[in-house]
């Protein structure tokens, strides 16, 4: 069975940092591909970061320029670095893995929204607060 749990949410001032983990069982997180996505009150859960097997990665837009996904394979653990935290980062945060080998080019390597949202794991959240 795949299980993910995510770790290292807290509440930070604007500009902050915080490292966000997500610890994988049941699931080498070598294979296919896993990212971060995050919903807001009242807002649908947009994905955030995301990498494949190979490393390559992807980032929404609005956090591109200060966030970094990354993992390590022997841990598997895969890390989401959030740096100059705003206000607009609040949400809950959620790990997602998708173990099909093609999973990158169906979607992922552009975090579009139907390819990361059928056939994955899911952990449990953890809650991010800037203000």
């Known amino acids: 069975h795949v299980q993910l749990v995510e770790s290292g949410g807290g509440s930070v001032q604007p500009g902050g940092s915080l490292r966000l983990s997500c610890t994988v069982s049941g699931y080498t997180s070598s294979s296919g591909c896993m990212g971060w996505f995050r919903q807001a009150p009242g807002k649908e859960r947009e994905g955030v970061a995301a990498?494949?097997?190979?490393?390559?990665?992807s980032y929404a837009d609005s956090v591109k320029d200060r966030f970094t996904i990354s993992k390590d394979n022997a841990k598997n653990t895969v890390y989401l670095q959030m740096n100059s935290l705003k206000p607009e980062d609040s949400g809950m945060y959620y790990c997602?893995?998708?173990?099909?080998?093609?999973?990158?080019?169906?979607?992922?390597?552009?975090?579009?929204?139907?390819?990361?949202?059928?056939?994955?794991?899911w952990g449990q959240g953890t809650q991010v607060t800037v203000s």
């Open positions: 990498i494949d097997s190979d490393l390559y990665t």
């Open positions: 997602a893995a998708d173990l099909h080998p093609a999973c990158w080019q169906a979607g992922w390597n552009i975090l579009g929204y139907r390819a990361t949202s059928e056939n994955n794991y």
